[in-house]
Structure formats: structure tokens, C-alpha cells
């Protein structure tokens, strides 16, 4: 197994299947350095604030299942659906569940146009998996439909698509550069063509807070490079890397830090929390 086949195709390694408890460090490690989970947890915080642990909720892509295994309200709830297309993963949130005694749970591995979703669900999770999905319109609808009234969709994508230094768009033509040129990504939206979605949808989103602020996309920009140097040196080389990442990582994680607590109308994502409303 390669480097890009765990970043990119998302398969995990051999390793995790055997000891699945240490996902819990990897989901650590990812709630500090990944910032659209910054977003998404502190918006989670906030539907959960003010109502009892839900009963139903759906993790819609739901990866190696960082939200579903570390937010402690839902150690209460009584289902947790994840849903993703990579079997790795259902297979490596499967064993993390049997090995935590997590019967609450479970996982399907399906694409979300085809998912079956069940009805009167509470909540729903779509963190960085809209843009990768060529028919949104239809997977909106399908969530404001398995939504009982009032049910919460917590929704962050990138938007605005714009990048700013030289290297990173040279690079980025390089076949295999990062993860949406291997798998693609047919959905590129402004702000107002995703507000748009929702409605469409039958959403009302209840909060908006933009995310990747011009210093965090730069930041996000020389880690991209970072990890196409890594991927594509050979291991002995990698030593060289060390000094950079030393001094960067701690600039990086400041960057993320100042984008969550920061203020700005616009950015290159954005978290929404949209509701379905009682008719």
C-alpha cells in the first residue's frame, strides 16, 4: 500500500483494521490540524446546545467516522448511520464500533444519489463531500426528505474556488497533484449557487460562517505542496522535509486556529447549518 492510496483512494491501512483503537489519535490529530472539522465540530456543539441528544443521526460520507465515534452526545443517541463510498473505511468504522461496544451504530457503503436513507431523522452530517458529488441536487432533496420537521442538516463544502500562489498552480496541473484531481470534483460553487441549492432543496439555513480566510488558503496552498513533496520523494529523502516541518506546522495550526475565532463575509469554504422546517 502507498502514501497515495491512503490519501487519496482512501484505504486504510492494514494496521487500523488490526488495532482500530488507534483511529482515536488519528481523529485527534485530524480535530486539531484539519480545519473544516474545526467548523464542523463547533457547529455540532451548537445544534446539540440547546436539545437532547438526537435520536436518529446520519454521517452522510462519513469517512473513517471522526464525528460519529468523538462527539460525546452521541454516545446517547439511539442510531448512528454512517454512510461512505470507500468499503476501507465502513470495514475500518466497523471494527472500531465492535471493539468499542458502540451497538448504536452502523455503516453502509454506498454512494449518496443511491443511499437509502430512513425517515424522521434528527441530524444530518455532510462535512467536505457535497463538491464531489455530480448529482448535489438530488442528495439535498433526498436529506430534506429522511429529515423529520425541524431535523438539522450541518453541511460544509468548499466554495469560491480560487488559489493564490504561483507554485501551487504550476503543480497543480501535474496529473495525480491532490485528491480532487484523482477522483475528481464536478461541483465548483460560489456562495450564492449553494444558498441557491438549499432553497431549492427546501432548506432554511439557520447559520452561515465562512471559513479559509486569504492568510488560512494560503496556509492550505504550502501544506498541498508539503504533501505532493512527501508523496513523491523517495522515503531516504524524506529527512529533508523535517526542518520545514518543524517550522511550518506550528504557523499552520495558528493560521487554522485565527480563521475559526476570526470574522469575514467570504472565504473558500463555508459551514451552514440549514433546517427543515415544520410545514
Known sequence: MTISDILHHQQAPPL??????????????NRISVLRMKYAYRAVRRI??????????IDAGCGMGDYLFMVPEFASSGSLIGIDVSQSNIELCNALAKETGRQNMSFVCSDLVSAELPAD????????????IGDDRAVLKNFHRSLA????????????????????????RIPGFDYDQVIGRPQTYSDAQLEE?????????????????????VMFEISAIFEWFFKSLHPILWLLLIPFYIIFYP?????????????????????????????
Open 197 to 217: 441549492r438549499l432553497a431549492e432543496a427546501g432548506f432554511t439555513i439557520i447559520e452561515r460562517r465562512p471559513s479559509f480566510g486569504s492568510f488560512a488558503a
Open 16 to 29: 487500523l483494521l488490526r488495532f482500530p483503537r488507534l483511529l482515536f489519535l488519528y481523529f485527534r490529530l
Open 48 to 57: 446539540l446546545k440547546d436539545r437532547p441528544a438526537p435520536r436518529t443521526v
Open 251 to 279: 504557523l499552520y495550526l495558528i493560521s487554522m486556529t485565527a480563521d475559526v475565532l476570526g470574522k469575514r463575509s467570504t472565504g473558500n469554504g463555508v459551514m451552514i447549518i440549514a433546517e427543515k422546517r415544520a410545514p
Open 149 to 172: 420537521p425541524g431535523g438539522r442538516l450541518a453541511l460544509y463544502t468548499a466554495v469560491n474556488y480560487r488559489r493564490t500562489l504561483p507554485l501551487y498552480k504550476r503543480l497543480a
Open 121 to 132: 431523522v434528527d441530524l444530518i452530517l455532510c462535512i467536505g463531500v457535497l463538491m464531489y
